[in-house]
Each structure stands twice: as C-alpha cells, then as structure tokens.
C-alpha cells in the first residue's frame, strides 16, 4: 500500500468497482495545517483536507469516480442527478471521460455560475427547474425509474463508497485517527461516507477509535442540527431552506438517518453557523490560509471557531476540517464581498497615487 500514491484508488481493494476504473486521478488532496487560525482559535492541531483540489474542483469527484465506474459495470447507458452545482459539474466532466450522455437538474437562479460554466462546457444536458434542490432529486428520481437513466446522487450508494475515502487519506496523512472531523452537511452523503468509511477501517483493524463525526449546517437550512440538538428520532424536512452557501441549500436530505446515527455513535456535534460566519471564514481562510474555498466549505471552519467559542470542544483536540469545494466555483460571492479593482489611467503618477506612495 505505502508504495501507492494518495488518491481514491489507492483503496481500491475497499472498493466496490473490478476493472478499469473511469478515472482522473481524484483524491490526493492537500492536508493544510491552519496555523494562524488555528492560534487565533487557541485550537493548536486544527487541519484543512482541501478537496477544492479535485479534478473538478469538489470532493464529488471521489463519488463520481466510483459511481461512473459502476455505471459502465452496469452496462448503463447514461445517467444523471440534481444538484446543487458540484455534483453536476462532477457528473458532467466524469460521463464526459467514460464517453457516455448525462442529464442535470439544478434548481433555477440557484447554482454558482462555475459550477453551470462546468456542466455545460463538459456537455451535459443541463435543466433548471423553477423550484428547490429536494424537488429536483424528486424529479430526477421518478425520471431514472421511468426511463432507466443511472442516478448518480448520493442515494446511489456507490457514490459513498468514493467519498469514503477522504476518510481514509486522513488517516494516512496524520499517520493516525484524528480527534473531529468536521464537515459541512447538506444531502448528508459526505458526512455518512467518512463515516463508514473510518467504521471500515476500524473493523479491518487498520485504526482503534473514530473520531467524533461534526456536521456544520448553515442557519437557514439545519434540519440535521435541529434533529441532534432536540434528540428527534429523525430528522424534521425544511421546506424552504435559504443560505449564501447555495452548495448546501437542502431542506430535505436523503442521507440524514446515516447522518444522526455517524455524529450520534461517535459522540459527535452538529451546529449551525450564520451566512456572515460562513462568509466570515472564508474571507479568514484566503486571507490568513491561502486557501481558497467557496462558501459551503467555510462552513466546518466556522463551525468549529463557533463550538470553541461556545466552549463546546477540548481545544487541544486534533481536528480535520474538510473544506468540500474551491473558491472558484462561486466568484459572483466573492466580488459582492471584496473591493473592486481600482482603475486608473496607464501612468506611474496615477499608480503611486492609488497606492498611496
Ligand atoms: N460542500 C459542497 C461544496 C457541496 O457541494 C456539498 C453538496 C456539500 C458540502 C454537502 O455535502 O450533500 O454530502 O452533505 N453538494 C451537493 C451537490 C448537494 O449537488 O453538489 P453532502
């Protein structure tokens, strides 16, 4: 194993796909030591899994990977998904690779601008529906049963099978179990994956504790946090769920009974965190990090700046971070927050004087 590089099919004896995979060499990502904001925090070990680093600029790739792979295994045909943009842009560039069509619905006037540049330029048929997210996957759902397209949301479990393995490369880049691992939670795939993932590997030995499994939702859409911190046996729909982070803009996640049952066995937290926290981060992250990320991903470094300030956590706890997807993929977000250029005539006077030299 040491022998083989970090990525998804370093794993692939965990995995359920026999033959060649369809394959851009995903995974591998970057783990970031958050020194500064980890001093700021008082949180000394606190660590950033950049999975912006994807070939397609979001974690989804892990899925994706594994789930166009099954999709050829299965002699399908063509497939599909709703999104919230990243698994569309994931699905797009991946069918694009294994040759064969693919279908996305994305809620109309919702989705990040690069995320549909991405979609549209790998050449999937892209839809907008004049409705949320969870009416999407409703739709593409009946859609794939009706016409034998293969759904590739994170229902399809081969789709977690992937995404696991960001668990996996955790461990392999600490050289050991972390104390949290924090993620932000929207279908509640992600967080369900790493999850059996670390069981995994627990049950095969390989580690002896997992850690405490942290889902960070954003405020106007929380329906798992609400679940955890009322004690509910499952999770309450929302039905319009609204936030800046349009990637985790879901009232209604299929994932979320694996979701309780991750953070509730490992002694796990979920919190929610406001958009001017998530966008708070991310402007920290770039700033005093280097790292760029889009707001969605913010959020499980928010998070846990939140949970330390509410003394909820040890803060000598190791923590990983999965920051899900890349600055890029949402630049209407950051220009509304930044200054704009400034423009000035094409001489050194005006130069000097913009920079107040
Ligand atoms: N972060 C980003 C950047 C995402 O795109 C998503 C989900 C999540 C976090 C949450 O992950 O759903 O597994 O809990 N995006 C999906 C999509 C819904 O359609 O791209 P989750």
């Avoid at 081969?158 to 955790?170: M, N, P, S, V, W």
């Avoid at 795939?189 to 499994?213: T, W």
């Avoid at 930044?338 to 001489?347: F, G, K, L, V, Y």
């Amino acid at each position: 194993w040491d022998k083989r590089p970090l990525g998804v099919w370093r794993y692939k004896e965990l995995l359920p796909v026999h033959g060649e995979p369809v394959t851009l060499q995903e995974g591998g990502t970057q783990m970031y030591h958050l020194k500064r904001l980890g001093e700021e925090m008082g949180i000394p070990h606190l660590y950033a899994k950049h999975e912006g680093m994807n070939p397609s600029g979001s974690f989804k790739d892990r899925g994706m990977t594994v789930g166009v792979s099954m999709a050829l295994q299965l002699g399908k045909k063509s497939v599909a998904c709703a999104s919230t943009g990243n698994t569309s842009a994931s699905l797009a560039v991946y069918a694009a690779k294994a040759g064969i069509p693919a279908v996305v619905l994305l809620p109309a006037g919702k989705v990040a601008v690069g995320k549909v540049a991405q979609a549209l330029m790998h050449g999937a048929k892209v839809i907008s529906i004049r409705g949320n997210f969870d009416r999407a996957l409703e739709m593409v759902h009946d859609l794939c049963l009706s016409h034998g397209l293969y759904l590739l949301n994170s229902i399809n479990p081969y789709r977690l099978e992937g995404q696991k393995t960001i668990g996996f490369e955790a461990v392999d880049q600490l050289g050991g179990v972390p104390d949290r691992f924090v993620l932000p939670v929207g279908n509640a795939g992600n967080i369900s994956a790493v999850y059996k993932g670390l069981l995994e590997l627990q049950e095969l030995g390989f580690i002896d504790r997992l850690p405490m499994m942290t889902g960070i939702q954003a405020a106007g859409s929380s329906p798992v946090v609400r679940a955890v911190r009322e004690n509910l046996p499952e999770v309450v729909p929302e039905m319009q769920p609204e936030t800046v982070a349009t990637a985790i803009r879901i009232g209604a996640p299929v994932n979320a009974e694996k979701a309780l049952t991750a953070i509730r066995k490992t002694g796990g937290l979920a919190e929610s965190v406001t958009d001017e926290e998530i966008l708070r981060m991310q402007r920290d992250l770039a700033r005093k990090e280097g790292i760029g990320v889009e707001p969605a991903s913010a959020a499980s470094v928010a998070g846990i700046r939140k949970l330390a300030e509410m003394g909820m956590i040890d803060r000598d706890e190791r923590i990983v971070c999965v920051v899900t997807g890349h600055l890029l993929k949402d630049p209407d977000t950051v220009i509304k927050q930044c200054e704009p250029p400034t423009e000035i005539d094409a001489n050194l006077p005006s130069l000097l004087s913009a920079l107040h030299l």
